[in-house]
């Protein structure tokens, strides 16, 4: 079959696959047994990573970034999904929380916070999820009330990726609880507040090296110019915005890894023995092998025609949200198919196929349910 090759692609994002792939080979995949059985990635990590120019690609120069495109990041997600890794958060740093604060930051905000991004000495996380509240934004609880030249942030957080290391987190609040969408403010607490405390890090079905955690909000006081914007009540309209990057985010992964799950099922049929020949040899292994190849190359195409237009800054709403449900959906189907192909060594979570089946399980859930999804995508008909 002919090589497939990303339009979006070029010699300069190819030289930096080549340094994400070692990145990722040298310093994230001999270290994932200790990452899940600590919860969380080495702090040491992150430096590395910006010492190398990995972290806040898309970010200008000016702040400290490196001056590229969502497509510098996407490479680098999808070298982190070739490997199986979950457990580095550096997309939802890179590419969500440094872009809040790029896109509504002041200049002083970015100043402040993402040269220290950049180089990974700070560690960024975005909190929207409530014990009690979901997909539903407007219905959060935690609040950030003015009293003079401060905003009095109580409340609390959950499923918060980054949670445990966080120095920075842009927290959903809201400013005036008399409103629902235009009652929603972003605003800046820094870790080290008073009234800050980070709960327990959750113990999940998969992706169990990231440290995704509960955080509470007691009178944590931050200054005012720690609003993310000009002005209160901006913040869903903020969210909205940048979430559709969020969702080609899951998207790219998603992509990458059905692709990486397949090149592994395809090489232990044709390994695994059964009944005098390879597994491969079987005509239900090559039929279903054959429906995960297209179904993987109709995702990429798909996923590139979204990268493309993101790029060229064309990508709506309502076709994000179609790339985001239809590749998490179809790449947990495929993921299914190829851990059946391994039989019971599929179930065994030392194999790759097994950690990749529970750890994708939650990108139907995250950044707004697949249901949501198709709800956003039945407005635009």
């Known amino acids: 079959m002919t090589a497939y090759r990303s ?20 310093e994230i995949k001999p270290n994932a047994e200790k990452f899940i059985e600590q919860h969380h990635v080495d702090r040491e990590l992150w430096i590395k990573a910006g010492e190398l120019g990995l972290l806040c690609m898309s970010i200008p120069e000016e702040f400290g970034g490196g001056g590229g495109t969502f497509a510098h990041e996407a490479v680098l997600i999808e070298e982190q999904a070739r490997i199986g890794d979950t457990s580095w958060g550096q997309s939802v740093h890179s590419g969500i929380v440094a872009h809040y604060l790029n896109a509504y930051g002041t200049d002083d905000q970015k100043r402040q916070w993402l040269p220290k991004m950049a180089s990974g000495e700070v560690v960024a996380a975005i909190a929207m999820t409530e014990p009690g509240t979901g997909s539903d934004l407007q219905a959060v609880t935690t609040k950030a009330i003015r009293e003079g030249d401060e905003y009095v942030v109580n409340g609390s957080k959950t499923f918060i990726t980054n949670g445990a290391q966080a120095d920075l987190i842009v927290v959903v609040a809201k400013t005036d609880t008399a409103e629902a ?44 110019t720690n609003l993310l914007g000009t002005e209160e009540g901006q913040g869903f309209v903020q969210l909205m915005l940048q979430l559709p990057q969020e969702r ?69 709403i309502p076709t994000v949200a179609m790339a985001k449900w239809w590749t998490t959906e179809r790449s947990m189907a495929a993921l299914d198919e190829c851990l059946q192909l391994h039989g019971g060594y599929g179930y065994m979570t030392e194999y790759p196929i097994a950690r990749a089946w529970a750890d994708n399980r939650v990108q139907k859930i995250y950044a707004g349910t697949n249901e949501i999804m198709k709800e956003i995508i039945a407005r635009s008909l």
């Open 248 to 316: 080609l985010i899951i998207a790219v992964g998603a992509v990458a890894g059905v692709e990486e799950a397949l090149d592994q099922t395809i090489r232990y049929t044709k390994d695994r023995q059964a009944f005098g020949k390879p597994l491969f040899a079987f005509q239900n292994t090559k039929f279903k092998l054959a429906e995960v190849a297209t179904e993987a190359r109709i995702g990429r195409v798909f996923v590139d025609d979204c990268v493309s237009r993101h790029l060229r800054g064309e990508l709506d």
């Open 7 to 26: 339009a979006w692609l070029d010699d300069d994002l190819d030289a930096l696959r080549e340094l994400a792939r070692s990145f990722c080979e040298k």
């Open 181 to 224: 969408a235009n009652g929603i403010s972003l605003v800046l607490v820094e870790a080290d507040r008073p009234g800050f405390r980070r709960g327990r890090v959750l113990d999940k079905l998969g992706q169990k090296g990231q440290d995704t955690s509960e955080l509470f909000f007691e009178d944590v006081r931050i200054p005012t």
